[in-house]
Structure formats: C-alpha cells, structure tokens
C-alpha cells in the first residue's frame, strides 16, 4: 500500500480508501461481514474508512463503528451529513441547525466522540457558505471534528466556499469527495485543477463507474455487477450511452490485457495516476471485491497504457454527464431560471 499527505493537513492516508456505502441494506453486508471486510482492509494498509449518515439512515455508521471497536486511533474516519435523513424538511442540508445534530447523531453511531473528517455530502443551494462554514468551524473547536471537507461540488462552488472561509476568517474545506474514473473524466477539465490550486485532498468515489471497470460488463455476457438490479438503466445497453461505454470497456479490456492487468488494476491505477488525487474510494459488498480491489494498490500505469486510455475516452469527458450529481439546481428544475 502506498501513502499520500491529505491536502495540507499532514495527515497521511492509504491510496485506496474503504468506503462503507454497502454496509448494510444497501449491499445486503451483514455484520459480521462488514467487520471481515474492515479487518482485511486494515490488514492490507488500508488507514481511512468513509461513510455517510445516509447511508442505510444510519446503519453504515453504525456498522463501521462496531467493526473499528477498540481500534479508533489507528483510522482516518470520515462521515458525510447534508442528505435527506427522513421527510421532515429540515432534516437535511447545511445549516447549522441540522449540521449540529446530525454530527452528534453520527458521533453516537459511530461510538466515537470525534470524526477525523467531515463532509458535506451536496452542495446545499439554500445555505451559504458563511453559515456552512461557521457551523463547521465551531464543531472543529468543540473538538467534534479534525477537518472538514465538500463531495461532489462543482468547481466553481469550491472557489466561493474558499473565498468565504478567507473573507470571514473561518476553517475552510481541506478535502473534496468528487466522482471520477476512465469513462467519468468530467472533473479534470474544471475540478481538478480547483483542487490543486487550493492544495485540496481528493478522495474520488466511484473509480470503477459503478461496475462498469470492475470486469463485470463485458460485451455478449450476462451483467453481473449487483448494481444492475436496482439501477437497471445504467446497465441497459439498448441506450446510446451505455452502447458508448459498452465500447469503450472493450477496448479498455485489450489495453489491460495488453498490460498484464486486471480492468480493476487499470481503472484504480488511472485514478491515482492523478497528481491532484489523494485516494481511490473503494467499495466492496464482499471480501472477494475487497481482495480484487487492494490488489491494485501498488500499480502504477505506463505513460503508453495512460496514452491509450486517453485514445479511449479523451481527458476532460464524461461518457455519461447525466450522472454527475454536481448539476446546477437551476437546469434540472424549470421554476429556478424562469421569473
């Protein structure tokens, strides 16, 4: 396993990274299963472990907290708050109100009284950076949280959050969450380079676009990634976007085999290829995914294997854009950019 400094705090995290997000219902991971996975990923040198309070409503954290028992201070934990936990309005967001109690619900769950990284999990229209920022500022103090950070903004969103921690003289994200793989490159054209100004940590989830790079969509075989079950239409190869991707992991798979690799090597080695990326989010339902995964941990890409993806897919594109979840509000809701 391989380590890098996390943006500016000195904090030194694994390449790859467990993610937590199958823990529970999502994954159909029991327990036990879930505490296997987090043995053997520490086992391997895996040293952060992210999750997110809305993940199962709360079963991932508490999952993860019962398998890191007795172990707290040899992990990198990171949570993420800010999505809907329930109908009521204003369980959700970033405002201090909700931040201040989804933390301490997160705190309890986890059965820790601090998280080494929070993060805000959207980017919240109605809130401003100024009320964000302070909320997370004094739950830094309180010694709740070490450092905070953003998922999935856009680039623009991490300028002003940046600027408004300047302007106001508050703590300021040190970290972003955004999704990125060989057919998801959207991010190099405008995030990316955002981060490394601002000398940001990048954890990238969704390296392996959801199966697509796992190995388990392949041309003329039955789709095995679980995935396909409840997101069907990412996986219905009737669609011109995913006929698009369906080609492109055909010539991704000679490339790999050309290399020597595995697709799971190729697509977590192109990520962390990245000098802006910190760590590859990896999110195993299983201790074979999970065995699958760290053997990618020490590969390092040719210049000539990283110039035939780029002939692939090109930097800077998105083969599916329509899944980016970091669009502006105001393009998917009609009411927003009409008077």
């Known amino acids: 396993m391989q380590y890098r400094t996390l943006g ?48 199962g409503r709360g079963e991932s954290e508490e999952m993860v907290g019962k398998a890191i028992a007795g172990r707290r201070d040899d992990i990198v934990l990171a949570t993420k708050a800010a999505m809907p936990m329930s109908e009521e309005r204003n369980h959700r967001g970033s405002s201090r109100r909700w931040l ?26 109605d809130t401003s950076d100024e009320e964000t920022l302070s909320a997370l500022t004094d739950l830094q103090r309180a010694g709740k949280i070490r450092y905070f950070g953003s998922s999935t903004f856009p680039a623009h969103r991490i300028v002003e959050a940046q600027w408004a921690a ?3 003289r508050l703590s300021r994200y040190v970290t972003e969450q955004p999704s990125y793989s060989i057919l998801q490159r959207g991010i190099e054209t405008h995030v990316l380079p955002v981060t490394e100004r601002y000398g940001l940590g990048v954890l ?52 790999a085999d050309g290399a020597g690799l595995t697709m799971i090597q190729l697509a977590l080695g192109f990520v962390t290829a990245h000098p802006a990326v910190t760590s590859a989010l990896i999110g195993p339902r299983t201790l074979d995914h999970l065995h699958a995964q760290t053997t990618a941990a020490g590969t390092v890409l040719s210049a000539d294997v990283l110039d035939a993806i780029d002939a692939i897919v090109a930097p800077g594109t998105d083969l599916a854009p329509h899944e980016k979840f970091d669009t502006p509000p105001s393009l998917l809701d009609a009411s927003l950019r009409r008077r």
């Open 204 to 255: 990238v989830w969704s390296p392996l676009a959801s199966g697509w790079l796992s190995g388990a969509v392949r041309a003329g075989r039955e789709i095995t990634t679980s995935r396909a079950a409840f997101m069907p239409e990412r996986f219905d190869t009737s669609l011109p976007v995913n006929r698009a991707r369906l080609d492109a992991v055909e010539q991704l798979a000679k490339v």
């Open 100 to 125: 201040v109690t989804a933390l301490d619900d997160s705190l309890r769950r986890l059965g820790v009284d601090h998280v080494d990284l929070y993060q805000i999990h959207r980017w919240d229209p």
């Open 8 to 55: 500016r705090t000195g904090v030194q995290v694994s390449t790859l990274a467990l993610g937590a997000m199958n823990f529970g219902a999502i994954g159909r991971t029991t327990q036990d299963e879930a505490t296997a996975i987090v043995d053997a990923a520490l086992e391997a040198g895996i040293n952060l472990i992210d999750t997110a309070d809305m993940y």
């Open 166 to 168: 300047h302007e106001h």
